[in-house]
């Protein structure tokens, strides 16, 4: 069940996903919103049932502690491509993103959200430690979870060194070591690269660690130590972003 109207409208837009009905919350003989009836609208263009339901029966629907906005949507659940899918022909550009035991859905949602937006073209999920793609997770990345393609990997080591065979460098986001982001020379850029980042706290696995060629960090200059991990995200890829960023699609 996906609540909320940046999920619903995603997934109703990006259609990679089967969807068997959407639901709204009776409003009472008032007109609905505009962002609901954008939502209807494109549901009935798809060919998705909709029906109006009981504000108080549609209240014990949604899932507690998710605000609905008035839309729930009954989904079938998301395919995950194979990592294959991800990887461009030879010499095509491309940006991946890999996250080591990210388990918190509200952190996978932002991260997928910073992704979406910087252009990058795929994300890696180990298929243990990591938080499996649910409504919060839909939710929190306000819809992107519906448009970028996550692989689940078995062994997240074994697939960065499979993407290094395929052309790619693997950079790490680590917070005390490594080259300053800013002042890092073009040189040590290209047009693939895989930006890996782990939890919170516990940072990237060993075998993770080894798969990467090289570490960057964000330089500090207040009293807090270090950044949430999709704000640095966000500070990696739109840095990629403004100094590479090649013609058309990363």
């Known amino acids: 069940m996906l609540v909320g109207l940046h999920p619903v409208r995603e997934a109703l837009r990006a259609g990679r996903r089967p969807i068997h009905r959407l639901r709204l919350r009776a409003t009472g003989g008032r ?3 505009p962002e609901v009836a954008d939502v209807l ?3 009935r263009a798809a060919g998705v049932p909709a029906e109006e339901v009981p504000a ?3 209240d014990r629907e949604a899932p507690a502690g998710m605000p609905h906005q008035g839309v729930l949507l009954e989904v079938g659940p998301l395919r995950c491509p ?3 899918e991800l990887i461009p022909p030879p010499g095509e550009p491309c940006w991946l993103l890999a996250l080591d035991g990210i388990e918190d859905p509200q952190n996978l949602g932002a991260l997928l959200r910073v992704a979406d937006a910087a252009g990058v073209r795929g994300a890696l999920l180990p ?3 990591a938080a499996p793609l649910s409504a919060a997770v839909a939710r929190a990345s306000a819809g992107a979870l519906e448009h ?3 692989a689940r990997v078995t ?3 074994r697939a960065l060194n499979q993407l290094k065979s395929q052309g790619f460098w693997i950079h790490g986001g680590d917070p005390e ?3 300053d982001l800013f002042a890092a020379p073009d040189r040590l850029f290209d047009r693939r690269m895989v930006l890996v980042l782990g939890a919170e706290g516990r940072g990237l696995r060993p075998g993770v660690r080894e798969a990467v060629d090289s570490f960057f960090r964000i330089p500090m200059h207040g009293a807090v130590a270090s950044l949430n991990v999709a704000t640095a995200a966000a500070v990696f890829l739109f840095e990629w972003q403004r100094r590479f960023r090649p013609a058309g699609s990363v």
Do not use: S
Request: no cysteine; proline share 12%; charged share 20%.
């Open 31 to 33: 007109p609905a919103t």
């Open 41 to 43: 609208a494109r549901a």
């Open 56 to 58: 108080a029966h549609f």
């Open 82 to 84: 194979p990592l294959a």
């Open 127 to 129: 298929e243990r430690r």
């Open 148 to 150: 970028l393609p996550v």
């Open 155 to 157: 062994n997240l080591a």
């Open 177 to 179: 070591r490594g080259f």
